[in-house]
């Protein structure tokens, strides 16, 4: 059933799981999928039955009671039903009503005793997990989650990057902090890994964005929340689109392929890869030369007795190397991070001579 999702194959289309964010009457749930459905575009439904809210009095899901709901749905869609688990109960009330995969929501994923809970409780039961990041950027506790399942036996645990918590940020609700799922790709390649655009973005106008960014990072779909009446929906109401807005944003999307046999591409893609390869030997020649110089300061200022750091040394290295970046088309924030990286080895460097 999640064959196309734990299997993929080059040629698939992007893995799409989509419902409302919280299932809330019999009718909704019903109507919804079915909506979803009659789109051709969504391969699972999702809905949230038990709502991890952050403050107490907000709408909490409507518990068990909604998931033979989803079972009706599934079965009028012949579509499976995805659900998210935090506690050893829900797991086991999952499993009775034949839920097809469940999903380990971010603020459970940060607490290691509530993840050994559900991996024991899924123990010897070969269902799908998708296991979404944890609120904070904390990629090892990530991992972590994923090994839990995995050391519990369970062959098809999958990561769904639901971007990262930090105060005060506005364009996102949940900062995508990108390098962090490429990270993860990097490190756990077999697993597949689905985007939500829908709890990144908080809002609907830049969902398309952030889902057409994921594919160009050769994630392998998304999961996004859908509701028949988003304005009045008792969640997320201002992140939710209809069935329609959906298929239509699924369409729109550019579906690449992190390779291709078109022989032109790949010998252009080498000549360019080549340039790259070229070019970084030669930085990394550079900074080589420039650590050297940097100790030999060092040693300097050993034999004179000065500080190592000197801001308004580094603050003039800053300066500048802002101003020639924007000559060159660089951002001064990534100016300003690299030169940030450079600067501290230099110092650690001079450091080492101080003490030697
Ligand atoms: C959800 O998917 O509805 C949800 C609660 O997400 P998250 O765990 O990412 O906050
Ligand atoms: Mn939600």
């Excluded at 859908?226 to 807005?245: F, M, Y």
Aim: contains cysteine; hydrophobic residues 40%.
């Amino acid at each position: 059933m999640f064959n196309d999702l734990f299997n993929r194959k080059p040629e698939d289309k992007p893995f799409l799981i989509s419902g409302p964010c919280s299932a809330e009457t019999e009718e909704q749930v019903l109507e919804t999928c079915q909506r979803l459905a009659a789109t051709g575009k969504v391969q699972a439904l999702r809905a949230g039955i038990w709502k991890p809210r952050t403050k107490p009095g907000g709408f909490e899901g409507v518990g068990a009671k909604g998931l033979p709901w989803l079972k009706k749905a599934s079965e009028l869609t012949g579509l499976p039903v995805a659900v998210e688990v935090a506690t050893a109960k829900h797991v086991e009330d999952c499993l009775a009503f034949g839920v097809d995969l469940v999903w380990v929501g971010a603020r459970t994923t940060g607490n290691p005793f509530s993840v050994q809970e559900i991996a024991n409780a899924l123990r010897g039961v070969d269902i799908p997990v998708l296991v979404k990041n944890p609120i904070h950027p904390e990629l090892e506790l990530w991992i972590g989650a994923i090994e839990r399942l995995q050391k519990a036996g369970l062959k098809q645990v999958g990561m769904i990057h639901r971007g990262f918590s930090s105060y005060g940020n506005t364009d996102y609700r949940n900062a995508p902090m990108w390098h962090l799922p490429i990270e993860m790709k990097r490190r756990l390649p077999e697993l597949p890994i689905l985007n939500d655009p829908s709890h990144i973005c908080g809002r609907r106008d830049t969902l398309f964005g952030v889902a057409q960014q994921a594919l160009d990072l050769d994630f392998d779909g998304t999961m996004i929340e859908s509701h028949i009446d988003p304005d009045n929906a008792w969640s997320d109401a201002k992140q939710q689109i209809t069935p329609e807005v959906l298929g239509q944003l699924i369409t729109d999307l550019v579906w690449r392929h992190e390779t291709t046999d078109k022989q032109e591409f790949l010998s252009a893609l080498a000549g360019l890869r080549q340039q790259i390869n070229n070019l970084d030997s030669e930085i990394i020649q550079l900074l080589g030369r420039r650590m050297a110089v940097a100790e030999k300061i060092g040693q300097y200022k050993k034999d004179n007795d000065i500080t190592i750091l000197q801001t308004a040394r580094l603050n003039e290295i800053m300066e500048r190397s802002k101003r020639q970046g924007a000559q060159v088309g660089l951002t001064e924030d990534f100016v300003e991070k690299y030169m940030e990286a450079v600067h501290l080895e230099s110092v650690m460097r001079q450091e080492k001579v101080m003490q030697g």
